[in-house]
């Protein structure tokens, strides 16, 4: 009975531990913990152990030795100031950049000025005006009088912070509560159409009128379309200037239809260009090159400078085709897919096979029964193993990473009361699951394994981003993580 519980009573120990400590890529987090668990605005520094309020922030100009909010770290080394000194630098310029971006939105949206005529049809639109000391924020937000209230003259009073505090949480209520009932992502308040709108609507003032679903569906439809063509007139423009290229790709949707779509890509941009339904179709190469040709034709031939599909056979053989009709053309394997086949091709090497199979063969069954999801959420603090990522061996490594993560927790779990009173602790499949994870070896090859792909997994994120072209960093990324799997090679006697 005694043995029993222990392991209960050890997890406990360790869940206590892993939860002072926070999955950050944040710099300030190798130079501390939490100083009480889930309060992350108390931080306990690693070097000198002092115990800082103000977050990992503040543990950063600690390190840094900046003045002014918190004592200087006597034990941190020149390195270390570095480091945070960076990475405060970094912050601060990212929030500089994310101002200066905001402002720009707010600049480009301009509410035209009524003029005479104008206020006598539509006296609840007033001109644009800026917050002040005295204006109309002063009368209680309500949107359900506003179309009145807008009607009669605000009277002027003084307002501070605390009011312009309230009134801001009354709004911020009102937009929370329409994101809710509509079910629109939280991420979208980041869109800039979104900060785009909020200030068109703060420059018209009170008792702006919604577009009704029809002037959606219809005039304001067409005017987008005009504006997005506008729009891609100047990609155009560019594609003659500096070239551009052709990217296509198949999938299937949800209703299992065989989808193409192609679309040009430029330094301005990627502008959509084409979609078909190939469901009654054979992808052969003749097929594909039939497709790309005829918008190859359509973008002009002499602005196209390559063209980007995966390493399909049936691509390759389109390749072939466009290489004979229009040599001056390249058809360019996708550096995403064929990072993904390299990680595929080491994943079937014997030595990393093995683990692999091992770690799926573990979270399909943790994940297939009630009983052991719900245990391994227990022991984890409700920490799950299975991560999505960019490709489908991406998602493999994260799960498998996630797994070396959470180690000492599965090992509890499996040594739990609650394990050895649960029914699928006396199956075949629970016995060899357990034996796996009480076994040294699989987690020493587990260890390497995540190592191994570590370097190659980050250049699959690199290329993947949308945040710069990967041409001009590719090649070198991949050498570097070439030496670091040499590197890490000749320090395992067994690879």
Not at 458 to 464: F, Q, S
Request: hydrophobic letters at 35%; a positive charge.
């Amino acid at each position: 009975m005694d043995n029993s519980s222990t392991p209960a009573s050890n997890s406990e120990a360790v869940g206590s531990v892993t939860s002072l400590k926070r999955k950050s890529d944040d710099v300030g987090w190798e130079f501390c913990e939490l100083a009480v668990t889930n309060d992350p605005d108390k931080v306990k520094c690693k070097l000198c152990n002092r115990v800082i309020s103000g977050g990992v922030h503040r543990l950063k100009q600690h390190i840094a030795h900046i003045k002014g909010n918190v004592a200087s770290c006597q034990k941190a080394t020149p390195i270390d100031k570095a480091k945070c000194m960076q990475a405060l630098l970094h912050q601060k310029k990212k929030k500089e950049e994310k101002r200066e971006k905001l402002q720009e939105l707010q600049e480009r949206v301009n509410i035209s000025e009524k003029n005479s005529n104008e206020v006598e049809i539509l006296e609840s639109c007033t001109t644009p005006y800026s917050l002040g000391p005295m204006d109309s924020f002063a009368r209680p937000i309500s949107p359900a009088d506003s179309l009145v209230e807008s009607r009669k003259k605000l009277r002027q009073q003084n307002i501070n912070d605390v009011l312009f505090k309230k009134r801001t949480s009354e709004v911020h209520a009102y937009l929370a509560r329409w994101v809710y009932e509509s079910a629109i992502p939280f991420n979208d308040v980041n869109n800039d159409a979104f900060q785009q709108l909020l200030e068109a609507v703060g420059q018209f003032g009170p008792g702006y009128i919604p577009p009704t679903q029809y002037q959606l569906r219809e005039p304001l439809l067409k005017q987008a379309v005009e504006t997005t063509k506008e729009t891609v007139k100047k990609q155009e423009e560019e594609w003659k200037k500096s070239g551009c290229s052709i990217m296509t790709d198949a999938w299937s949707d949800r209703k299992r239809r065989s989808i193409m779509n192609l679309c040009v890509n430029c330094k301005l941009g990627t502008t959509f260009l084409s979609s078909i339904e190939s469901s009654a179709d054979a992808h052969t190469g003749k097929y594909i090159f039939d497709y790309v040709d005829k918008w190859i034709e359509e973008v002009g031939s002499k602005n196209i400078i390559q063209v980007v599909t995966d390493n399909a056979s049936n691509n390759m053989a389109a390749a072939k085709l466009l290489n004979e009709k229009r040599p001056y053309i390249f058809w360019t394997s996708c550096a995403t897919h064929t990072l993904n086949l390299i990680l595929e091709g080491i994943g079937k090497m014997p030595k990393f096979k093995f683990v692999i199979d091992k770690s799926k063969e573990l979270t399909i069954f943790i994940y297939a029964h009630h009983k052991t999801l719900s245990l391994m959420r227990k022991f984890t603090k409700k920490r799950d193993i299975v991560r999505p990522g960019i490709t489908r061996f991406a998602s493999s490594f994260l799960t498998m990473q996630s797994l070396l993560e959470k180690q000492e927790n599965l090992k509890y779990m499996f040594l739990s009361k609650e394990w050895l009173e649960c029914k699928w602790s006396s199956t075949a499949k629970g016995t060899k699951i357990y034996s796996t994870i009480v076994s040294q070896t699989y987690w020493q090859a587990l260890s390497m394994c995540v190592e191994i792909f570590k370097p190659l997994v980050k250049v699959l994120r690199l290329v993947d981003g949308d945040w710069r072209p990967s041409m001009g960093f590719v090649y070198g990324e991949l050498k570097d993580a070439k030496k670091e799997i040499i590197r890490i090679c000749k320090g395992a006697a067994d690879i």
